[in-house]
């Protein structure tokens, strides 16, 4: 439900409803006034499918595919940060710190994987939504599978091979080579924003800051 559609301009409600439509291009959208709207369509209408929307949010079509989205009409837009060496762990904590003071206002919500050199079999689940940042293992510590390449072939997902391709191929349009022991490990993290496009390059630049450098990495 999008409410209290009676104190918002038309601009307001387009700029809104292209946001919810961002994170989740599948969802019924309700515009409402003081949330007056029939129960038939919010109860028991059995669209909620929790193994979907983990799997396929909107932020994942960001990862599989190159497309301008009708949204960056009302200024929501989306950048894929994508790296092939792991955070430093020490200086990932301290910009995850900083996110809500210096960040939270330009990127309204992120989400995707990454990688920390100290915990090199670990995927862990980057997710945030307005001044709220977390990280989620998977991998060893969970036990429910992490970096294909480190993953056993009795636990891999359905199709693994696809997945690898996307990779081995987005590694060869950036020009990545080497480190090929590394596999599938990698930053690859949507942030959507609303008009934060201009703030890109000093986010972007703060975030390389906590990839290790090439002594570290060397």
Not at 25 to 52: F, M, Q, R, S, W
Not at 85 to 110: C, D, G, N, Q, V
Request: charged share 30%; with cysteine; proline share 4%.
């Amino acid at each position: 439900l999008i409410n209290k559609v009676d104190l918002m301009s038309t601009a307001e409600i387009k700029e809104v409803t292209a946001f919810v439509t961002k994170i989740n291009p599948t969802a019924k959208i309700y515009n409402t006034t003081h949330c007056g709207i029939d129960l038939k369509h919010v109860l028991n209408t059995g669209l909620y499918d929790e193994e979907k929307v983990a799997e396929m949010p909107g932020w994942m079509d960001d990862l599989t595919e190159e497309k301008k989205p009708e949204t960056e009409e009302y200024g929501i837009s989306s950048v894929v940060y994508t790296r092939w060496r792991p955070f430093h762990p020490k200086r990932l904590k301290i910009w995850m710190e900083r996110f809500a003071s210096e960040y939270s206002k330009t990127i309204l919500r992120s989400k995707g994987w990454y990688w920390v050199a100290d915990r090199h079999e670990v995927k862990v689940e980057w997710a945030s939504a307005g001044p709220t940042i977390a990280g989620f293992s998977e991998g060893v510590e969970q036990g429910t599978g992490g970096w294909l390449v480190n993953t056993e072939a009795e636990q891999l997902p359905p199709n693994p091979n696809e997945e690898f391709d996307r990779i081995l191929m987005k590694k060869r349009n950036m020009g990545v080579t080497g480190h090929l022991l590394y596999g599938d490990r990698r930053q690859e993290i949507v942030f959507i924003g609303l008009h934060f496009k201009k703030d890109w390059k000093a986010i972007e630049k703060d975030l390389d800051e906590c990839i290790l450098n090439d002594r570290e990495w060397g």
